[in-house]
T-cell receptor
Framework: DAGITQSPRHKVTETGTPVTLRCHQT?????MYWYRQDPGHGLRLIHY???????DKGEVSDGYSVSRSKTEDFLLTLESATSSQTSVYFC??????????????FGQGTRLTVV | QQQVKQSPQSLIVQKGGISIINCAYE??????FPWYQQFPGKGPALLIA?????SEKKEGRFTISFNKSAKQFSLHIMDSQPGDSATYFC????????????FGTGTRLTVIP
């Protein structure tokens, strides 16, 4: 999986608790992305990073924050988890903006359940 | 609002048959159309992609057909094999920001031996 490690792989948490998901890469790629995957919606971009401390919002960013203090790590935080954030979360990386000459590689996902 | 509409939601094909998955979009600014393949418990992986300046791209048993005027594109899997059983996502992006991908809702393909 292109040197991408997501942790934890599975997590069950209670509504209202903070949760942090970690994405670690060993490829030294500049771009990192967080997606969520839900039935009937496919994958939707939450946030992305284009360098250390450089992040921007995606399609479904409400309720999520991110941080990138090192090239290799991209953290996704749910400040106060809600049941609507139950999902499978995927991290992806790419050398440059994903497109015709730059493939995005995905991690194996983190299944988060908010009860 | 789903930027890329994908159908069917699920598909069952006999081994050796042709699998066809269709996608449609509205935003004419999209200029890159990849297809991703996802096996259970794994992340999506790029399968094949096309730019709108060509009408067809073929890689092995996989072909993308692209109709720019109709704003539609499709994936054809020839001689479908049980190992092709997976979920397939079409996507689209435009050259802005991080060229963020907008995904279709996915098609679960099952190839029966």
């Amino acid at each position: 999986d292109a040197g991408i490690t997501q942790s934890p792989r599975h997590k069950v948490t209670e509504t209202g608790t903070p949760v942090t998901l970690r994405c670690h890469q060993t490829e030294n790629h500049r771009y990192m992305y967080w997606y969520r995957q839900d039935p009937g919606h496919g994958l939707r971009l939450i946030h992305y990073s284009y360098g250390v401390k450089d992040t921007d919002k995606g399609e479904v960013s409400d309720g999520y924050s991110v941080s990138r203090s090192k090239t290799e790590d991209f953290l996704l935080t749910l400040e106060s988890a809600t049941s609507s954030q139950t999902s499978v979360y995927f991290c992806a990386i790419s050398e440059a903006p994903q497109g015709p000459r730059t493939e995005a590689f995905f991690g194996q996902g983190t299944r988060l359940t908010v009860v | 609002q789903q930027q890329v509409k994908q159908s069917p939601q699920s598909l069952i094909v006999q081994k050796g048959g042709i699998s066809i998955i269709n996608c449609a979009y509205e935003n004419t600014a999209f200029d890159y159309f990849p297809w991703y393949q996802q096996f259970p418990g794994k992340g999506p992986a790029l399968l094949i992609a096309i730019r709108p300046d060509v009408s067809e791209k073929k890689e092995g048993r996989f072909t993308i057909s692209f109709n720019k005027s109709a704003k539609q594109f499709s994936l054809h899997i020839m001689d479908s094999q049980p190992g092709d059983s997976a979920t397939y996502f079409c996507a689209a992006s435009m050259q802005t920001g991080a060229n963020n991908l907008f995904f279709g809702t996915g098609t679960r393909l099952t190839v029966i031996p």
